[in-house]
C-alpha cells in the first residue's frame, strides 16, 4: 500500500494510530501507484526522463554527503553547481524522482536504486552520530555558527555559504518522497531524525534570529516540517514549520498587499506551499488568504501563456513586461514545477476547476516542453521571439530545474483524478487508468487528446455501483459546444465551461462515456498589454520555429552560466510579426493545416515575408530550434514607426552587447552566484523596478575576462546616491575611489574607469571589489560591466 501525498496523507490507512490530525479536505488525489499513463507523449517523456536519471552516477551525487561525515567517497563529486557551493542538492531531487517513478511503474531499477542511495545514506547518518545528513560543504562549522547563534544572512547566502537552507530542504524532501511514495520504513527514520537534528540546532534561536535566517532562500522548509507533522502526528513539527515560515512574505500577502516585484520569484512560491500546507493541517485561515492571495496576484497578473513566470528568475513589474521580451533568461522551469504543485494544493482544498485550468496549461506548454524528447532539461525559457533554450546533460548540468526536471516527468499522472466520497473527479485528458479500490472498480481513459478534441472512459467492475462521475467542462470549450455520450446515447447537460458536469448513476461493468470537447483558436494578449500576442488552441499554445543557426550552447557544458542560451538575438525588427487592421479579427487569417491535427498558417498576417509560410504548432513539439511564442501586433500604418523606434533602440542593444566581455546584475541572484560574490556587511534591494548592492563594509565578483580583452570597467549608480564614498579594486590594486554626492537627480547613469593594461592582461579572472571608505558605503551599484574599449 502506498502512502498517499495529499491533504488526507496518511489518514484512514490504518497505520498511524497516534496521528490525531485532520485535514480541510474537499478532494482527496489518487495515490500514485493506482494511476497508470498508458500512452501518449506524457509516458513517452516520463521514459525519457528515466533514462537520463539512469545515466547519473549515485556515488558521484553521495560524494558530498560521504565527504561531509567523515567517510571515503567512491567516486569524484559531480562539476557544476555540485561543487562550487551548493553540493549535494541533486540528490534529493534524484531520491523524489526515483520514488515518484517507481510508484508510478513499479520499476525495478528505480527501486534498486532508492534502496542504495538510502544505504548510503544511513551511513552517513551514523557516522555524522546526531543525526545530520547533508553535504555542504564545511556543514559542521556553518551549523555551529548558526546554533551558537552566529548569522549572516544575505539573499543568496547563510554565513557566507550558498543557500544552505535551500541545499538541505533537498534532502529532507527526497527522504520524505522515499517514505511517501516507495514506502520505504528506512527514509521514515532518517527523515525524523534529521528533523530532530534542526530543531537541536535552531531551539535557542530568538524568534528574530529565526527570520533573519529566513532573508536567505530556503525552498520548502515549512512544508516538509508540516509533512512530518502529520507523519508523526507530533506538534513540535508542526511548531517547526510556523516558526519557519516568513513573516515579511505572510503578513502583506494575508492582507492581498502585492510586494513581489523585483523579488527572487523561486525563493518565493515555495514559501506559500508551505503557507497552504500549514493550512490543510491547522486550519490557519492567515495561512490560506496568504498562499491565495499569492496564487492570484501570479497567475492573473505575472504569468505568460506558457504557465511560466519571471526574468532572469525575479518578479517583473505587473506593467512592464519588456524585459522579459528582450533578453534571454524568460521564465524559470523550476518556478512552474512550484506554482503547479501550489494549484495542485488549492484544488485539493476546493475542487474548484480553475486550479485545474492553470495547472493543465502549464503542464502542456512549460513542464513538458522543458524536456527534450531525447533527453535534458530546460532552465530558462526565453520569450523573446526568435531565441532559443538550452538542454543540461547528465555529466555536466547541475542546475536547480534539472533537479525539479527530473521530478517533473515521473509525476504526470498524480492529477489525472481525484476523489470524494463517493464521486470520482476526471481532470485531465490524458491517456490512463485508474483504480478505485474503495470501489472495487477501475476506469480507462483512452484517448488521442489534444490531436483529438475527444476522450473515452470505460469503466470496469465486477459489481454493480452507484456513484458520481465528475467530469471536467474545461474553461476552454465554448459553451454549449461539449456533447457527451453514455453507452453510445447523446445526454442532456447542464454544465458550464470551467466547471464541473455530475453524472450519477449505477455504473455497470463496461459502461463508456465519450466526451467531445471541441477546441477553438483564441489570441491572449501578454499581461501588461503591450501589443503583444500569443495563439492558443484550445489549451495549448502554438509557436513558430524561426530557425536553427547560431543556437549557441544549445547542449550545455559545465560552465555556470551553460543554462543560459547566450547566442545572438535575431533583431526584433527582423522577427514575425501579426500584421493587420486595427479592427480585424487576427483569428480570421489563420488557417488549419489540412490533414495535420494542431498545425496552422497564417501567410496573410504574418511579415516580413520571409517568415509568411511559418506554421504555427504546439510549442511542447519544438526542440533545438529559434522560436516565436510571442508576436508583436501592429496595423500596416504603424509597423514603419514601431520599427524605426525598435531599430534605434536594438542598434544600441547590439553595440552593448559587442562590447561587453562580461556583465552582472548586483542584487540579483544567479548572476551573483555565478561569478563568486563574496560580501561583508552588504546589502540588496530593489528602487524603481531595477535591483542593488551596495556595502558598509565590501563586496566582489570575479570577472569573466575571456581573451582579456577587458579595457575598462562601466558601472551603473542612481543620481540620488549622497556620501558615498568608497575604493574601486581589481585584484587588489585600486583603480578608482568614487566619491557620489547625489546631485544628478532621480536618474540611472554610468561612469567608465579605465582598468590598466598591465592589470587587464595578467589574467581571465578579475576579481572586482567594492569597498566602503571607513565611515562611509559604497554606492549602490545597479550594473557592472566589462567593456572591450578604451575611455576617450
Not at 99 to 109: G, L, N, P, R, V
Not at 111 to 129: H, R
Not at 703 to 721: I, M, P
Request: with cysteine; net charge neutral.
Amino acid at each position: 500500500m502506498q502512502h498517499t501525498y495529499l491533504k488526507s496523507l496518511w489518514l484512514g490507512l490504518g497505520l498511524f494510530c497516534a496521528v490525531h490530525t485532520t485535514a480541510q479536505e474537499s478532494v482527496a488525489l489518487f495515490p500514485l501507484n493506482q494511476v497508470t499513463v498508458t500512452s501518449g507523449v506524457f509516458k513517452d517523456a516520463a521514459l525519457t526522463d528515466f533514462n537520463y536519471i539512469q545515466d547519473l552516477n549515485p556515488d558521484r551525487l553521495l560524494n558530498p554527503f560521504l565527504r561531509e561525515a567523515g567517510l571515503k567517497p567512491k567516486a569524484e563529486s559531480y562539476t557544476n553547481w555540485e561543487n562550487t557551493g551548493l553540493d549535494g542538492h541533486t540528490l534529493g531531487h534524484y531520491l523524489s524522482a526515483l520514488s515518484m517513478y517507481y510508484a508510478s511503474t513499479k520499476d525495478t531499477k528505480a527501486n534498486a536504486l532508492i534502496i542504495y542511495v538510502l544505504a548510503e545514506l544511513q551511513k552517513v547518518q551514523q557516522a555524522n552520530g546526531n543525526g545530520y545528513i547533508g553535504g555542504i560543504p564545511e556543514s559542521n562549522t556553518l551549523w555551529s555558527e548558526i546554533k551558537q547563534g552566529h548569522i549572516n544572512a544575505g539573499s543568496f547566502s547563510l554565513n557566507d555559504k550558498w543557500v544552505p537552507l535551500y541545499n538541505i530542504h533537498k534532502t529532507f524532501a527526497g527522504l520524505k518522497d522515499a517514505w511517501v511514495f516507495a514506502e520505504k520504513p528506512e527514509a521514515k527514520t532518517m527523515l525524523i531524525a534529521l528533523t530532530d537534528w534542526f530543531i537541536g540546532v535552531t531551539k535557542n534561536l530568538s524568534e528574530s534570529q529565526i527570520q533573519d535566517m529566513l532573508r536567505s532562500e530556503h525552498g520548502g522548509l515549512n512544508e516538509v516540517f508540516a509533512d512530518v507533522y502529520q507523519i508523526s502526528g507530533e506538534k513540535k513539527y508542526l511548531d517547526l514549520a510556523k516558526r519557519f515560515s516568513e513573516q515579511a512574505l505572510l503578513n502583506p500577502l494575508s492582507a492581498n498587499q502585492d510586494v513581489l516585484t523585483g523579488m527572487h520569484a523561486n525563493t518565493q512560491i515555495p514559501k506559500f506551499i508551505g503557507f497552504e500546507r500549514i493550512s490543510q493541517l491547522d486550519h490557519d485561515q492567515k495561512y490560506h488568504q496568504s498562499a491565495l492571495n499569492f496564487f492570484n496576484n501570479v497567475v492573473n497578473q505575472r504569468t505568460l501563456s506558457i504557465g511560466g513566470n519571471s526574468v532572469r528568475e525575479h518578479f517583473n513589474p505587473i506593467d512592464d513586461f519588456s524585459e522579459v521580451l528582450s533578453g534571454e533568461q524568460g521564465p524559470e522551469t523550476c518556478n512552474t514545477y512550484n506554482m503547479l504543485k501550489l494549484s495542485k494544493m488549492l484544488f485539493e482544498d476546493t475542487a474548484n476547476s480553475g486550479y485545474i485550468d492553470f495547472y493543465e496549461r502549464g503542464l502542456y506548454n512549460h513542464i513538458l516542453s522543458s524536456q527534450n524528447p531525447k533527453g535534458g532539461f530546460v532552465y530558462f525559457t526565453p520569450m523573446r521571439p526568435g531565441h532559443y533554450r538550452v538542454y543540461s546533460q547528465p555529466e555536466t548540468s547541475f542546475w536547480c530545474c534539472v533537479g525539479s526536471g527530473m521530478e517533473n516527468h515521473t509525476k504526470y499522472n498524480e492529477l489525472i483524478y481525484a476523489k470524494h466520497k463517493d464521486a470520482l473527479y476526471v481532470n485531465l485528458f490524458i491517456p490512463s487508468q485508474v483504480s478505485w479500490n474503495e470501489k472495487g472498480a477501475t476506469l480507462t481513459q483512452n484517448t488521442d487528446f489534444p490531436e483529438v478534441p475527444s476522450t473515452e472512459l470505460v469503466w470496469s467492475s465486477k459489481k454493480n455501483v452507484q456513484t458520481t462521475l465528475m467530469l471536467r467542462y474545461p474553461e476552454w470549450v465554448t459553451a454549449g459546444t461539449l456533447k457527451l455520450y453514455l453507452n453510445g446515447k447523446l445526454q442532456n447537460i447542464a454544465g458550464t465551461p470551467g466547471s464541473y458536469i455530475p453524472i450519477r448513476r449505477i455504473w455497470k461493468n463496461g459502461d463508456t462515456i465519450k466526451m467531445e470537447v471541441p477546441m477553438h483558436l483564441s489570441v491572449e494578449d501578454i499581461p501588461d498589454q503591450s501589443g503583444y500576442v500569443s495563439v492558443k488552441y484550445g489549451p495549448i499554445v502554438l509557436a513558430a520555429v524561426t530557425g536553427d543557426a547560431n543556437q549557441d550552447g544549445l547542449f550545455a557544458d559545465d560552465s555556470r552560466g551553460g543554462h543560459v542560451a547566450s547566442g545572438p538575438f535575431l533583431p526584433l525588427t527582423e522577427s514575425p510579426m501579426f500584421v493587420t487592421e486595427k479592427n480585424e479579427n487576427i483569428l480570421n487569417k489563420i488557417k488549419a493545416v489540412s490533414g495535420k491535427p494542431l498545425e496552422f498558417s497564417a501567410e496573410d498576417l504574418i511579415q516580413p515575408s520571409a517568415y509568411k509560410h511559418l506554421i504555427l504548432q504546439p510549442f511542447y513539439k519544438i526542440h533545438e530550434k529559434r522560436y516565436a511564442i510571442y508576436f508583436k501586433k501592429e496595423s500596416p500604418r504603424g509597423l514603419e514607426k514601431m520599427q524605426q523606434t525598435l531599430a534605434e533602440k536594438q542598434k544600441a542593444e547590439a553595440y552593448l552587447r559587442t562590447i561587453t566581455v562580461d556583465f552582472i546584475a548586483p542584487g540579483e541572484q544567479q548572476p551573483e552566484s555565478d561569478h563568486g560574490i563574496e560580501s561583508n556587511q552588504s546589502h540588496t534591494g530593489v528602487n524603481q523596478n531595477r535591483h542593488w548592492r551596495d556595502a558598509t563594509g565590501w563586496f566582489s565578483y570575479q570577472l569573466k575576462n575571456n581573451d582579456k580583452a577587458a579595457k575598462a570597467l562601466r558601472v551603473t549608480y542612481f543620481g540620488k546616491d549622497a556620501n558615498r564614498n568608497f575604493k574601486i579594486l581589481i585584484n587588489g590594486k585600486q583603480i578608482a575611489n568614487p566619491k557620489l554626492k547625489g546631485g544628478k537627480g532621480d536618474v540611472f547613469f554610468d561612469v567608465d574607469y579605465e582598468i590598466p593594461a598591465d592589470l587587464a592582461k595578467s589574467s581571465d579572472i578579475l576579481k572586482l571589489r567594492f569597498e566602503a571608505e571607513l565611515g562611509s558605503v559604497t554606492a549602490g551599484i545597479y550594473g557592472v560591466r566589462l567593456i572591450n574599449v578604451a575611455i576617450d
